[in-house]
């Protein structure tokens, strides 16, 4: 059952075409957050209390990120992917996407023609089946059962099973880092 911060993508009636399109998703930051920002916020009175005048400003600082923690999100679409940051906020359109990557413990990156990473916030791997039914099949969902006729049958051996998706220019691939990419991560 998805929280009350991200909504699922319903089908919506189109008014022009008649067709069924799904309802944008928009994934966030659950509002559990406040409860830290508002231990923080009794953690800091005590010292902005004792010396109003050297301390005052840390009470500031679970304001600001109650305003990060209520701001950031990600909206995806079948126009495309709005980013919202604590500063600013950024429309991706599906032709302006290369890719998401998945890394790990963090944010989820998408990837655009360009080059240019752009993170996702609030996005995680565990999100690419709402990712997926937002967008309107732009993104594949690897979690979705393949019913073709051909899900049985074994991948060429000289096409690799993700190649097939990278091939679509409709489809951005999808990938998470796997256990080799990291041996040489400097966090672990």
Request: proline share 12%; charged share 20%.
């Amino acid at each position: 059952m998805p929280s009350p911060q991200q909504s699922t993508p319903d089908d919506t009636p189109d008014a022009q075409s008649g067709v069924r399109s799904p309802a944008p998703a928009v994934i966030r930051i659950p509002a559990t957050a406040h409860l830290a920002e508002v231990v923080l916020l009794l953690l800091l009175t005590l010292p902005a209390f004792t010396w109003p005048a050297a301390s005052a400003w840390l009470l500031a600082i679970p304001v600001l990120l109650a305003v990060w923690t209520e701001r950031v999100r990600t909206e995806v679409s079948t126009s495309g992917l709005r980013v919202r940051t604590f500063t600013g906020s950024r429309q991706i359109g599906w032709d302006q996407l290369k890719g998401l990557h998945f890394p790990r413990n963090r944010w989820a990156r998408a990837e655009l023609t360009d080059g240019t990473p752009v993170s996702l916030p609030a996005v995680h791997f565990r999100q690419v089946s709402i990712l997926a039914a937002a967008s309107g099949g732009r993104i594949p969902d690897p979690y979705a059962a393949d019913t073709s006729p051909t899900a049985d049958a074994a991948p060429a051996d000289d096409v690799a099973a993700g190649d097939a998706v990278a091939d679509n220019p409709q489809t951005p691939p999808v990938e998470r880092d796997r256990p080799q990419d990291r041996a040489d991560d400097p966090r672990e």
